[in-house]
């Protein structure tokens, strides 16, 4: 067994007196799919944010493996590293494109400005780069310098994740990927997610509300309520075979299809 890429040991954030998190300990593995679940308000998104170097955390240690082996606590980062992380091994992708992309800047440039950030600099090398990566995402090749101002909710949310995936990242962070689309929508961009996902080897933490997409997606899922896991396994055996009480009611919830 290979060694995990993430790992949170007693994570707690408290907003005041107020606990956002508490007690949440798990790991990611490189390549695997692991969704939090729970209603809104559980603490998906306070956890996802602490993870991912957004919000800083109350208590609890957040070690990640870096390519050289190493396995720091993100709190032990240099300034660089931390920077390197955000920028290249590291991918966001938010429910709201718009929180992801420059709105006001090319379908290209959304692209080839990260791999500028990780010192690309010939420019027919960056726009070929981007070029496919909009292919691979089913962006049509001209619409290069169009920007996203002008794109569907659909196209933006699949340029967003063409954004992040540029650099070759090794982990991904979602914030409900699919949230704000149409329904028909999804079904298209969760195909795609789950192809780049699979082909990528991508480890990723997917926030979602939504256990369909958690299924689809995910190997292994956390269910939280009230800040704490309530369950953790293997995606199939806590759908399937739910233990505990809120997570059979989560579960019951789902309508039949
Ligand atoms: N900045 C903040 N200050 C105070 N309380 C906060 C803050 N952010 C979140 N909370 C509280 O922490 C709890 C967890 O919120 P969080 O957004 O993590 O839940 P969630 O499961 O992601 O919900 P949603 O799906 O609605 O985003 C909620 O009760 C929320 O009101």
Redesign the pocket.
Known sequence: MTDPILSVRGLEKR?GA?I?CTDVSFDVWPGEVVAIV?E???????LLNCISGRLERSAGEIRYRMRDGRFPDLGHLSEAERRFLMRTDWGFVHQNPADGLRMRVSAGANVGERLMAVGERHYGDIRRTAGDWLSRVEIAAERIDDQPIAFSGGMRQRLQIARNLVTHPRLIFMDEPTGGLDVSVQARVLDLLRGLVTDLSLAVVI?T?DLAVARLLSQRMIVMKG?HIVEAGLTDRVLDDPRHAYTQLLVASIPES
Request: zero cysteines; a positive charge.
């Open positions: 907003y107020f956002g729970g809104s308000g559980s603490g998906k998104t306070t926030v509300h800040g």
